[in-house]
T-cell receptor, first 111, second 111 residues
Framework: DAGVIQSPRHEVTEMGQEVTLRCKPI?????LFWYRQTMMRGLELLIY????????DSGMPEDRFSAKMPNASFSTLKIQPSEPRDSAVYFC?????????FGEGSWLTVV | KQEVTQIPAALSVPEGENLVLNCSFT??????LQWFRQDPGKGLTSLLL?????REQTSGRLNASLDKSSGRSTLYIAASQPGDSATYLC??????????FGKGTKLTVNP
């Protein structure tokens, strides 16, 4: 299996622009998680899905953030409008049993 | 609210040394605990998963222990190698599917 696939790997955008991050989980995994990692706050869970349904989005920082999972093989995390404080690494992970499998992350810089 | 602490934040050892990384958590009502490794610019790789009913797990030169009553876990690395240099993160799972992560210990093994 190719593992969890995220795109883009790196994105630099201007403040106010819309950013869309994409994730393809491992086939057969029923749970998908979006995390954000910063030096200050470490890894924070933003939202997770079970069987394509959002279960807990309490970690989504503001209404500017939204996430969708239209089918079992694809999810998006959208930031609109983006702000410099959104600069971070955004990880997608999928789960089998108790183990999480992470993608390599999307490195976002908002200038 | 669960809080996970990892001390020290950074550790430097000579090659061949046995070492212990520490993780503490505030709420002992956990479902499981995972240790991850993160290489620079990469995602997280799961190393060991300990269920709440278990005391330890072993994989090769790695051994992780769990003491729920005291809110502690340790990751023991035997005969450390330069290739073990990475950041090691501890994550605690509660009754939901959320994992709460520590900020990690950055390990450097010097040849």
């Amino acid at each position: 299996d190719a593992g969890v696939i995220q795109s883009p790997r790196h994105e630099v955008t201007e403040m106010g622009q819309e950013v869309t991050l994409r994730c393809k989980p491992i086939s057969g995994h029923n749970s998908l998680f979006w995390y954000r990692q910063t030096m200050m706050r470490g890894l924070e869970l933003l939202i997770y899905f079970n069987n394509n349904v959002p279960i807990d989005d309490s970690g989504m920082p503001e209404d500017r953030f939204s996430a969708k999972m239209p089918n079992a093989s694809f999810s998006t995390l959208k930031i609109q409008p983006s702000e410099p404080r959104d600069s971070a690494v955004y990880f997608c992970a999928s789960r089998e049993g108790g183990q999480l499998y992470f993608g390599e992350g999307s490195w976002l810089t908002v200038v | 609210k669960q809080e996970v602490t990892q001390i020290p934040a950074a550790l430097s050892v000579p090659e061949g040394e046995n070492l212990v990384l520490n993780c503490s958590f505030t709420d002992s009502a956990i479902y499981n605990l995972q240790w991850f490794r993160q290489d620079p610019g990469k995602g997280l790789t799961s190393l060991l998963l300990i269920q709440s009913s278990q005391r330890e797990q072993t994989s090769g030169r790695l051994n992780a222990s769990l003491d729920k009553s005291s809110g502690r876990s340790t990751l023991y690395i035997a005969a450390s190698q330069p290739g073990d240099s990475a950041t090691y993160l501890c994550a605690v799972g509660g009754g939901s599917e959320k994992l709460v992560f520590g900020k990690g210990t950055k390990l450097t093994v010097n040849p």
